[in-house]
């Protein structure tokens, strides 16, 4: 059977997408039909099994067609691949809303979003944004939304990363529009956008949704470097002043990016490679002028505004002290970390392959790029679009430089954050060597040699979009536990919060009583809560059961205690680390909790318990 009449036969073709659409229709019936009645493990187990199937292949099917189309040369001519093209991203979009379709109550109160949630409901409620926010951007947007539409933060905060994760594959076609002399690179750019390895998805925190907005400043960059124009310069100026209230870091990103933006072309001008005449010669010395004024811009007013809050005398004085004295880095913390988890019994290695193994694949095939294009220069010196895509390793190599330089301070965020600007760079590259290596072995070879090395493209892409896939939720896959929130636990911590006692502190393993104050409690209420709960106070491995008869014995205090036991608390031990779980705790350690004569259980309810603590006093 002849593949190639298949794949690119019309009729063949279009039979394939209808199976598609089909697949794609029966998956989302499925997933609607199986919503969470509770806590899962994670989404991958909660989903049913047909749901991941059609789902993964629908975007190999689709990854083949579109492939088939670049090689036989089709993209110009027919319009097949754009039906493929529009199936993975539906299939993208299914990928990041299966929470939301299987009906999540919540999604992270524990972590930042339910911070955040909590201010949009003090903005919301007060008319006011609170003091300590130094990037109210999201948080007044969805204030806002929510006012319009009528609409709880509580269902908003799953919507909004959603509609931003889906403007992120527009912007980043518009961008690899402006900077890819052909269709072809510019379909396999866009299809490497969707592959899920950016990471940054799901969370309602102002970091994540910035970041999306980064290829749409990049496209505005480059229109402005090709075409002098009033409305594109406009644009841009507003954007500068967006991203220091959106979030810091992607902000320090835009300057980095701006500063290091022509270093290429300088470099090759220094060392007399193609360098002909410099980069702008197209341009006239006004945009290199407002190019200066963009970074002085961004960075004065970054700094006037992040200065006028705490966050900024703390973070100099973290690097002061970190510089004169020394202190504790974050090399120092992931070093402490990988030692844990080798004492654990974890392959460190098979964890960083599994996490960051495809952003090496972006990254590497990026320095494989550098050899092609200075080629490509050299054979075409007056095309715009190479030299500019040549510039873009001035901001990726100063970008991948100061990821590992976060590594020697210690500042609010780890250097993790900076691998998704890495990965937007990288995959501009991606589009460019796919196609440069689908040519050349075209013209050179055909045969056999032209079927394995598209092969070997397709199992590339659809590797990564099957790892990426595995990445996108918590699991044991990637070591993490399921962040999600149930009614039923929510309104636990409500009922805690409206009968507790406020001179009684609260305990618990998964649980940050602090976030949850954010939501549901007034401003006053909210400073008598602590924002982590504090060492002293966390819960013991095996409840202490290891070494007293009780749990009260672990805890010698003036004060009695909380105790708040979820249903994330035992499916994490059971099914997330169960090869630790002899050292933490196991489920008969949960079982002994309700027959320990030192608690009481004031509150139960299905996913979530609260006890009381009547711990030990010994008057010294």
């Known amino acids: 059977m002849n593949l190639n009449l298949i794949f690119c036969n019309k009729r063949s073709v279009f039979f394939l997408y209808i199976l598609q659409f089909i697949l794609i229709t029966y998956s989302l019936i499925v997933a609607h039909n199986s919503p969470a009645k509770g806590y899962e493990a994670s989404v991958y187990t909660g989903t049913p099994l047909i749901v991941w199937f059609s789902l993964g292949f629908c975007i190999f099917l689709s990854v083949v067609i579109v492939i088939s189309q670049i090689v036989n040369e089709h993209v110009e001519s027919k319009n097949l691949w754009i039906f493929g093209l529009l199936i993975i991203y539906i299939v993208y979009v299914i990928a990041l809303s299966l929470f939301v379709i299987r009906n999540y109550y919540g999604w ?75 269709r072809a690179q510019l379909i396999l750019t866009t299809v490497a956008s969707m592959t899920f390895i950016n990471g940054w998805y799901l969370n309602f925190t102002p970091n994540a949704l910035a970041n999306h907005f980064i290829p749409l400043f990049l496209f505005i960059f480059l229109k402005i470097l090709t075409k002098t124009s009033a409305e594109w310069e406009i644009l841009i100026v507003i954007l500068v002043f967006m991203f220091p209230i959106f979030h810091p870091v992607p902000t320090l990103f835009l300057i980095i990016l701006l500063v290091s933006f022509h270093y290429p072309s300088k470099l090759l001008s220094v060392l007399k490679i ?61 070093v402490s970390d990988v030692h844990t988890a080798e004492g654990y019994g974890y392959n460190v290695i098979d964890y960083v392959i599994k996490t960051l193994g495809s952003t090496a694949i972006y990254f590497l095939v990026s320095l494989l790029c550098i050899p092609l294009l200075l080629k490509e220069r050299r054979l075409n010196y007056s095309s715009l679009g190479l030299k500019t895509i040549f510039s873009l390793y001035g901001p990726l190599f100063c970008t991948v430089l100061f990821f590992f330089l976060l590594y020697f301070l210690n500042l609010a965020f780890g250097p993790l954050r900076i691998i998704y600007y890495i990965v937007v760079i ?35 892409l659809v590797g990564v979009f099957f790892n990426g896939m595995m990445l996108l939720y918590p699991s044991n896959y990637k070591l993490e536990s399921n962040p999600q929130t149930t009614e039923t636990s929510f309104e636990g911590i409500k009922w805690f919060f409206k009968t507790r006692n406020i001179d009684m502190e609260i305990t618990g393993m998964y649980i940050v009583p602090y976030k949850f104050a954010l939501i ?10 602590e924002w982590t709960i504090p060492k002293e106070l966390a819960v013991p491995y095996h409840f202490g059961y290891n070494n007293y008869s009780s749990l009260s014995e672990s805890y010698i205090r003036k004060n009695d205690l909380y105790l708040a036991i979820t249903e994330r608390d035992k499916v994490t031990a059971e099914k997330i680390f169960p090869d630790i779980a002899k050292d933490r705790w196991t489920l008969s350690d949960f079982e002994k909790l309700n027959f320990d004569s030192s608690l009481d259980k004031i509150y139960s309810s299905n996913g979530f318990e609260l006890y009381y603590v009547n711990c030990r006093y010994i008057d010294t």
């Open 426 to 460: 990288c995959t501009i590259f991606i589009g460019y060597f796919l196609n440069h290596e689908i040519r050349r072995v075209r013209y050179q070879y055909r045969g056999s040699i032209l079927k394995i090395v598209c092969l070997c493209i397709i199992f590339m």
């Open 274 to 334: 193609n360098s002909k005449t410099s980069i702008n010669d197209c341009s006239i010395r006004t945009k290199h002028i407002f190019k200066f004024t963009l970074v002085l811009l961004l960075f004065v007013w970054g700094v006037t505004w992040i200065s006028s809050f705490g966050v900024w005398d703390r973070t100099i004085r973290n690097i002061s002290i970190l510089i004169n004295e020394g202190g504790t880095t974050k090399l120092d913390s992931l």
């Open 108 to 182: 992270s109160f524990n972590g930042d979003p339910g911070a955040h949630i909590g201010h949009v409901k003090s903005i919301v409620e007060s008319g006011h944004i609170p003091d300590e926010l130094f990037y109210p951007f999201v948080h007044v947007y969805a204030s806002q939304i929510s006012l319009i539409l009528n609409l709880d933060i509580i269902i908003l905060h799953k919507y909004i990363p959603l509609l931003f994760g889906m403007l992120y594959v527009p912007f980043m076609y518009i961008f690899s529009k402006s900077i890819l002399p052909n």
């Open 520 to 529: 549901l409690l007034i401003p006053v209420e909210k400073i008598q809560m």
